[in-house]
């Protein structure tokens, strides 16, 4: 059953994804030489906008200073009063518009003519006043807005984010920019646990559970319990990997087991993971084996153990 609501959000969406593959078509070479000039650029881009148009310009200056390039939201009316000194003749302006009139931008405008800077401006009217004075204009299709009365920015706003997206990646890719370099500039919440690897989790030096192969059960015992992990990391005499003992084992070797050394109670082959390996990779290996610990081995120290990822450290960052 469909309501007028419902017709309502699906066309305003149609008509939006439209815009999106007539923008998509439209790009040419211009697109090109606007990356070429964010490439060249020693400084930053200084971002800028007004009204919707400023909003959109915010959250483009975010995705790109979080993708590699440094930028930085300047308020064109802000500018006109002391604020254009935040801009050096080492950034460029990427100026945000629909129509291309927008009158607070004529300060800066001037300004990064005056100063030699180069100029980028995304408007659907190129011959307009910001059109004619960019160095590279990305130009929107002009197209009716979503709402049907053409007052609402909708679809023009769609497709400059869409477009300040479209800049990010395309500069982000030609830096061969990583999920490892995204993790930098974003270390909190979800995105940033996801891209934790093993080594910042995981638990070394004084804080695992080791004995030795031929240590009496007793020890083994001990480790496990002050340990609080569950297991118990098993070495041979110059350090290596042996085993594991985990509360499975113990369970297999109840008949007599304080009578028994270490080697003869543990698993020999337990599953390992590299301490650069994503968390997320690592969480995964555990629920696809149910278990709850991993042991870490770093390929440059050979078969000596690094460290131990215990599933809580992972459920504590919100991976799991």
Not at 9 to 17: C, F, N
Not at 270 to 279: E, I, Y
């Amino acid at each position: 059953m469909t309501t007028p609501f419902l017709d309502t959000a699906r066309r305003v969406i149609r008509t939006e994804a439209q815009a999106l593959e007539q923008l998509a078509d439209s790009l040419d070479d211009r697109f090109r030489q606007a990356i070429d000039l964010l490439v060249a650029t020693r400084g930053r881009v200084i971002v800028t906008g007004i009204g919707k148009s400023g909003h959109i310009a915010k959250k483009i200056a975010a995705t790109l200073a979080s993708t590699g390039t440094p930028a930085q939201f300047v308020h064109p009316a802000e500018a006109s009063h002391g604020d254009l000194g935040m801009i050096t003749a080492d950034d460029v302006v990427l100026a945000i518009s629909n129509s291309g009139e927008a009158p607070e931008l004529a300060n800066l405008i001037a300004y990064s003519r005056r100063f030699s800077i180069p100029l980028i401006g995304i408007t659907s009217r190129a011959t307009s006043s910001l059109g004619a004075h960019c160095d590279v204009v990305l130009e929107l299709p002009q197209l009716s807005e979503a709402c049907g009365t053409g007052v609402v920015p909708s679809t023009s706003t769609t497709m400059t984010l869409a477009m300040g997206d479209a800049v990010a990646i395309a500069l982000m890719e030609n830096r061969s920019f990583t999920a490892e370099h995204f993790r930098e500039f974003h270390p909190g919440g979800k995105l940033g646990a996801r891209l934790s690897r093993v080594a910042d989790l995981m638990h070394t030096g004084d804080a695992l559970p080791l004995v030795q192969a031929d240590a009496p059960m007793s020890d083994a015992l001990m480790a496990m319990s002050s340990k609080s992990f569950g297991v118990v990391i098993v070495t041979d005499a110059s350090g290596a990997l042996a085993g594991i003992i985990t509360s499975g084992d113990l369970g297999r070797h109840l008949d007599g087991l304080m009578e028994k050394t270490a080697r003869e109670v543990m698993t020999p082959t337990p599953v390992t993971v590299a301490p650069d390996a994503l968390a997320e990779k690592a969480v995964g290996m555990m629920n696809a084996r149910k278990i709850t610990c991993l042991l870490v081995l770093d390929p440059t120290q050979g078969d000596v153990p690094a460290g131990l990822l215990h599933i809580h450290d992972c459920l504590r960052v919100g991976l799991g």
